[in-house]
C-alpha cells in the first residue's frame, strides 16, 4: 500500500470512529477561544472558535464523519475539504490525549 | 453568620474570631461565606503538623536560604501556611476554620501573613476565585487591575482612590463568580503605599485615600471606609514596557482567556476540584466581564495610568 492510500485509509478508519473525551479532561467556552484542560498533567491547550465548535460537535456526534457532516453544514464548506481538516483536528487531539477515538 | 456578630469581614468572608487577636485592618462589611478562627499554641499546631503524612506546596525563601513561607497540604487535614516571625496557621480542607499561633509582633506583621496568604487560602478553599489584582469601585462598579508584582497595579488603584474612588484591595481580589455578573469583595482595609508614591500624593489626595497607621520601608494606610462589595464591572491587566514612551493604551483583549487563567492568586492548589473550578471561574468571568489590556510605557507614571483608566472607564463601560 502507499503513503496515499495508506493516508485514505487512515482518514476513513477515523471518520468511522467515535471520539470522546476521556474523563480527566474538561473544557470551557470563554469569549475568543475554548480552552481544554487535563486534569491529570494540569496543562492547558487553546482552541480558537471553529476548533471550539469541532470539539463540540466531535463530543456530541455518533462518529468523526457525523461530526464533519454538521460542521460542513454551519461553516458552509465542501464536506471533502472540512472531512480532511477534522481527521487532522482529530488525529492532533489524539496524540495529545485529549481525547479517545474508538471504532 | 450576621456580619454584624463578626470580628470583621475580608475576601467574602465573615470572620468569627471571638477571642483571637483584635483586628484593626477588618471593616464590617459583607461576606458570603463564614470562617471560624481560634487562637492555639504553636506547640499544638507544630503537633498536629508532624502527626500527619503531608507534601510541601511552597517553600519559598529569601536569597541567604532563610525560610520566607511554606505551605504544606496535610493528608486529609488541611493546608499549613507559616513564615517565620509572622505566624503558623492550620487551615481545614474546607476553608471553614484556621487554627492560629501568633507570634508577640505588632499586628500589621502577623496581619501580614493573615491577609496575603491565610485569608485567601480559605476563601479559596470555599470556592471563592481569587486573583492577584488590586481593585477600586468607580461609579459604584468594581474595576480590578492584574499584573505581576511590582508592576504597578497597588499604585493605580491607590492613585484612582485619591481622586475619588473607593478602595477595595489590595494585591488580592475575592470573587464570588455563583452569579451572572461576579460580585467582588474587599480585602483587608489596608493598603502598603511606596514611600515615593504616598509623598507624590498632594495633601487633600492623601485625605481622601484614608489614614497612615504604620510606616516601614513603605507607608501602611488604612483606606477610608467604603462599600465592602461590588459587581465587577472590568478587570484591566496592565503591561509596562520601558523600551516605549509616548501614551497609556487600554484595548481590548483577545486572549483575555489565557490572562484569567494565569491570573490566579493561589497557584499551588492543584487537585483535579480546585484545577476545575479555576478554569469555570475563568470562563465565567471572562464571558461575564470585560476584558482590557493596559500598555504603559516605562516613563509614564502612576497617575497618568490612573488618569487613563478613569477616562476608558467613564466612556467604555457607560
Known sequence: ?103 | MNPAEAAGTAFGLALDATGFRAFDTLSAGEACRRVEIVLDEADNLTKDLKASPRACLVDRRFPSGRQMLRVEQLDGNGYWVAAPGYGRHLISSDGRRIRSALPRVPALQWQRLFFAQVLPLAAALQGLEILHASAVVLDGRALGFVAPSGTGKTSLAVNLAAEGAEFLTDDVLALDVSTATPTAYEGARLVNVARHEYAALDPAARVRLGSVIGRTAKVHVRPAEARSSAPLAALYFLRRDSSRSGAVEIRTDEDGSRLVLGSGFITYLSEAHHQLAHLEASARIARAVPLFRVDVPGNRAAADVSAAVAEHAASELG
Open chain 1, 1 to 103: 500500500m502507499d503513503a496515499v492510500e495508506e493516508e485514505r485509509v487512515e482518514k476513513a478508519d477515523i471518520l468511522r470512529s467515535s471520539a470522546r473525551l476521556p474523563e480527566h479532561v474538561v473544557y470551557r467556552t470563554f469569549v475568543y477561544e475554548t480552552v481544554v484542560l487535563n486534569l491529570q498533567t494540569g496543562k492547558y491547550h487553546g482552541l480558537n472558535r471553529t476548533g471550539g465548535r469541532m470539539l463540540e460537535l466531535l463530543e456530541r456526534e455518533p462518529t468523526v464523519g457525523d461530526a464533519a457532516a454538521k460542521v460542513a453544514t454551519e461553516f458552509s464548506r465542501p464536506i471533502a475539504e472540512v472531512e480532511a481538516d477534522l481527521c487532522d483536528f482529530t488525529s492532533d487531539l489524539a496524540s495529545r490525549g485529549l481525547i479517545v477515538l474508538t471504532q
